[in-house]
């Protein structure tokens, strides 16, 4: 991977560990 790839990466996981998995309960429980 290039750097910018890797950095890419980073910030995707880290916007993933921020914003997704915190409301990925509610996604299940409502069925959306």
Request: a negative charge; charged letters at 40%.
């Amino acid at each position: 991977l290039t750097e910018q790839q890797k950095e890419f990466q980073d910030v995707a996981r880290k916007f993933a560990r921020e914003e997704i998995i915190p409301v990925a309960p509610d996604y299940d429980k409502s069925g959306e």
